[in-house]
């Protein structure tokens, strides 16, 4: 039986830990896009480090229909936040692209992700900050997140609880309902997370957690993504010279 509270409070002492031995006094910086895993990441670290050391970057593209969101998000907990809006910086690399080859829609995609993972760090240098990483396990384990954007930070205290857990622990951190409830939007094309993924976050969650599915097809698929992607969750492989 998952217990949210205790996991909650774990996770919080956690945070804590990390911030004595990797960054004492130092500001947790959190990418908020008004979803759940970016809203319970940052409540965590407003238990754990207080709302004076949590800093909140909302990085639109142009216009965000929901953008409203995060802004509720931010005023719930009381942080600073700053708006950085990222479209000229995409677009002037889209811009630069060599025109001699192909441009893949994935790669258009994965340009965004990498501009706010730079915006991010970029406060954070400037704020005596270090990086919160917002993936879930969920999504990790199917590879659904751009590499070197944001799959990236400094800490992660998500990546070992699926949709459904995180879901809970939003409510033990008592926030708006509207933010554990949003559905995942990939914020790139435009499209569910679930309908880009092929499978539900019930499906997915259960088969991780339990090694039960019903769907043969979605298995396949689920397995198949899990294999193609695990390269995103080990460090860089290094050439190690006999010497």
């Not at 600073?80 to 994935?106: F, G, M």
């Not at 969920?138 to 070992?160: H, I």
């Not at 409510?171 to 933010?179: G, I, Q, S, V």
């Not at 790139?188 to 339990?210: P, Q, V």
Request: glycine letters at 6%; aromatic letters at 6%.
């Amino acid at each position: 039986m998952f217990n949210a509270e205790k996991i909650k409070n774990d996770c919080v002492l956690w945070i804590r830990d990390f911030f004595e031995k990797n960054g004492k006094d130092c500001n947790a910086v959190v990418g908020i896009s008004g979803g759940k895993d970016s809203s319970v990441v940052a409540a965590l670290c407003v238990e754990a480090l207080g709302k004076d050391r949590v800093i909140g970057v909302l990085m639109p593209k142009g216009v965000q229909h929901d953008i409203d969101m995060a802004y509720m998000l931010v005023n719930h907990l009381e942080i600073k936040h700053y708006e950085v809006n990222v479209k000229d910086a995409i677009d002037a690399i889209e811009k630069s692209l060599p025109s001699d080859i192909e441009i893949t829609p994935q790669t258009i995609q994965n340009i965004p992700p990498r501009i706010r993972m730079t915006t991010l760090y970029a406060i954070s240098q400037s704020v005596n900050g270090r990086v919160a990483n917002t993936c879930n396990l969920s999504e990790d384990y199917v590879g659904y997140s751009t590499r070197y954007g944001d799959s990236v930070g400094d800490f992660s205290p998500l990546s070992n609880l699926t949709v459904d857990e995180v879901k809970k622990i939003g409510y033990a951190l008592k926030l708006p309902k509207e933010l554990i409830e949003k559905v995942p939007i990939d914020g790139l094309c435009g499209k569910t997370d679930e309908e880009n993924l092929g499978f539900t976050y019930a499906e997915l969650d259960k088969y991780i957690r339990e090694g039960i599915i019903e769907d043969k097809a979605k298995k396949e698929l689920i397995d198949k993504k899990h294999k193609q992607n695990l390269f995103k969750l080990e460090l860089m492989p290094t050439f190690k010279p006999e010497i």
